[in-house]
Every structure is written in C-alpha cells, then in structure tokens.
C-alpha cells in the first residue's frame, strides 16, 4: 500500500543523513513537501536539489539553540510555512559508562535529543491545532524501552522522547492531531558499518529477524504514521527492531 501524502507538508530534523534522509525522500516520494532541517547546510541543499525545486526546502537548524527555533521557521518560504507533518528525528550519542560520563556530555543528548524536539514541537503544533490537522512522530530507540550500558544520557533522551510523546497525544488529539513514536532497533547506518565482524555478528544474534535494519525500515513505518490511514493511531509506541525488543 502507498500512503499519499499530496498536499502535505512536512519536516524533518536530522535530515542531513541516515534515517532522516531516507524519512524525507519517502515522504517526497509519497506526494509531501519537505522542509529539510539539519546543522549541515551543504548536505541540506544537495538533498534538496536531488529532491526537486518545490518539493524541498533546506533549514539550516541547530536544535541546541532553541531560542533561534521560532525566528527560523518563520523565514520558511509560504509554500513550506504550513508544516502538517513533523519528524523528530535528530540524535546525537555520546556514549560512555556513567562513573565516566561528564556533564557536558549528559547535556549535549539531552539538548539535541529532547529539548530540541520538544523547542520545534511547541512551536510548529500552533498552526497544527489552527489547522485542525497534524502528525507529530519522533523517533526514539529500542534503547528508551530496555536501556543498554553505556548509554544513560542517550536512553534518558529517547525514553523522555516517549512519555513526552504520549503526553501530548492527550493534549492534542482533540484537535485532529496524532502523535506517534518510532522506535528503531540497530539500522544499517555508516556507524555500524564499522563494527568489527564478530561484533556485528553478536547483535544480529540477538535479532529475531537475523539482520539489522536499513533506514527504509524505520522511513517506512513513519509513512504510515503520517498518513491517513493512521488516523486512529495516536500515542503509540512503535517497535522497528526486528525483533530485538518484544
């Protein structure tokens, strides 16, 4: 089934690469305009220029400023400005054991992880609730839902991504409004590539599904949220781990 998204609007954060990339190109492919939001403005515009003058529109975004959030959303050509559909996608890690782990580096995933979606949430549900209309999908982890050593700062920002997530599926869904959670397992992703084979190994053992993912799986599972034939699903958790986590 190809859910249509013609006449829609929406953006991604995190859009540079990886999982947000491969969210907007099937999100174009599916008929929506696609506000490309990322730090990396040469990758934003060459995505862009790959996508279509019309189709896409890059945002140059910094998520751990989000005092700068509101001003650049409103510099959003008019064809772009309505966002029906927003993708909260951005993520950094910075992993290491809690005993080693520093301030600094709890503060930085949870700004760009959680403050950062919760600054563009707030700000791009206003016109959501004028319009009566809108998807709201963030994307978290299987890591927010079974934890992993050496990663308390990330599962902190995915598992917050979560109960944020159905918080606001209570407050909005009156108005039309769903807001769903994507929850990857270990996707193919440039990081991955370079494990070395007896620990790739290791985690494809621990998958029901005996592979890891590849970001069209996780793109996939965000087009049906968007559309509207998941008008009824809102505040949901959804697992795309293979079975990593059941």
Same mark, same amino acid.
């Given at each position: ?11 991604? #954060? +995190? &859009?540079?690469q990886?999982?947000? %990339?491969?969210?907007?190109?099937? !999100? ?5 305009r $696609?506000?490309?939001a ?10 862009a ?32 400005a ?5 993708v ?26 959680? #403050? +950062? &979606?919760?600054?563009?949430?707030? %700000?791009?549900?206003?016109?959501? !609730? ?5 998807? $709201? ?38 108005r039309g ?10 996707i193919?992703?440039a990081?991955?590539?370079e ?5 790739r ?17 996780? &793109? ?8 509207e ?18």
């Amino acid at each position: 089934m190809t859910f249509k998204l013609d006449g829609r609007t929406a953006l991604v #954060t +995190g &859009a540079s690469q990886g999982i947000g %990339e491969a969210v907007a190109r099937r !999100l174009a492919e599916q008929g929506a305009r $696609v506000v490309l939001a990322a730090r990396n403005a040469d990758k934003l515009r060459d995505l862009a220029a790959e996508l279509g003058a019309g189709r896409a529109h890059s945002l140059p975004l910094d998520l751990t400023r989000p005092q700068e959030i509101a001003p650049r959303l409103q510099e959003l050509p008019a064809e772009f400005a309505a966002v029906d559909i927003l993708v909260n996608n951005a993520g950094i890690t910075r992993d290491t054991l809690l005993l080693r782990m520093s301030l600094e580096q709890w503060q930085e995933v949870i700004d760009t992880n959680l #403050t +950062g &979606a919760f600054a563009v949430t707030r %700000e791009l549900a206003k016109g959501m !609730l004028r319009r009566r209309w809108g998807r $709201v999908i963030s994307i978290s982890s299987v890591v927010g839902l079974m934890g992993n050593a050496g990663q308390a700062n990330y599962a902190a920002a995915k598992a917050g991504l979560i109960g944020f997530s159905k918080s606001l599926a209570r407050e909005l869904g009156s108005r039309g409004i769903t807001v769903n959670v994507v929850a990857p397992g270990y996707i193919e992703t440039a990081m991955t590539a370079e494990l070395p084979a007896a620990a790739r190994a290791g985690l494809v053992q621990q998958i029901a599904l005996g592979r890891l993912g590849r970001v069209d799986d996780v &793109a996939a599972a965000v087009a049906y949220l968007a559309s509207e034939e998941a008008a009824y699903v809102t505040g949901h958790v959804l697992n795309v781990s293979g079975g990593l986590y059941i």
